[in-house]
């Protein structure tokens, strides 16, 4: 076991899930956040996700992962403090720490039992790096549970979840971390690049059906822990590119007319309506950084792969280069 593992437990109280799915099934048109894929089942299913081969993001990053690996350590600096945003399997991070050696590796993720597996694990692997997992829903305000102020700070933020988070709010989640990680703190961070819109709409709308599963299994949470009653095969998975807002769309159709109840409300829909469960928005690489540059952070470097699929941007925080006055939104359009 390592020299440390502490677990802090920040995960959201099922009385602000059942507020937010009430209020996303209240509103016109009906959404629900993605956030809320990740249960047990969820998490499984997205890692299943991960290995089908029309999803090439995960592969891809890993490939630049390991490509470019050393590098990044240097940029991000032996010794530090890294803070894992949406930490999953913690997978990737391995692929980093030879070359980093990190003093403090915190995992945070909204996925409680999936993170404690994955920390646990990584810290037995690891027996010199102290670890300190926090469960928390970094979309809100979050605490940085453990850190002790001598150490230089990094953050590494994998996966393009990024692109879960329309550009104002990715713009704000960028500042928030920029404020935790201090001036010359580094972001290390995967970013979905944009492409041909049927290699999208495929890895998002797989032949094994997996991502249907997945979608659908938002409504299984829910039968289960706020006493919904979705019929599962009364609602289809849907995967769309809109080119206008440069993002992936899931949602959710409704077959037919019909009434749900879930947490004693009712909520009617009609065929063909739709929930929206995803955006996962796809950036160049000079909208992103035009986007990081607005959060207050100068853009350092940027690996892709040869098919320019995707991208890693290692980003410098530095509170003089914030274009403040502009709008986010203008920044990435
Ligand atoms: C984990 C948010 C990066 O947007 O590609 C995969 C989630 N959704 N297939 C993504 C996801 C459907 C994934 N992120």
Redo the contacts with the bound molecule.
Sequence with gaps: MSKTFNFYDFHPALADFRAEVTDGLRAEPKMLS?KF?YDKAGSEL?DA?TELTE?Y?SRTEIGILERHGEDMARLLGRQCLLLEL?SGSSRKIRLLLDALQPRVYMPMDISREHLIGSAEALAADYPELEVHAACADYSAEFEIPYGPAHLPRAAFFP???I??FEPTAAGELLQRVAEHLGDGGRLLIGV?LKKDPLRLQR??DDAEQV?AA??LNLLQRINRELDGDFELQQFSHR?LYNPQQGR?E?HLVSHVDQTVTVAGERFSFVAGETIHT?S?YKYSVAEFQQLANWAGYQAEQVWTDDEQLFSVHCLRVDSRSTGGRQECREAVN
Excluded: R
Aim: charged residues 10%; without cysteine; hydrophobic residues 35%.
């Design positions: 993605p894929f997205f996700i999803y993001p949406g996966g393009s979840s692109g879960n979905d890895a998002y991502t997945f979608n995967a992936i899931m995803e996962s």
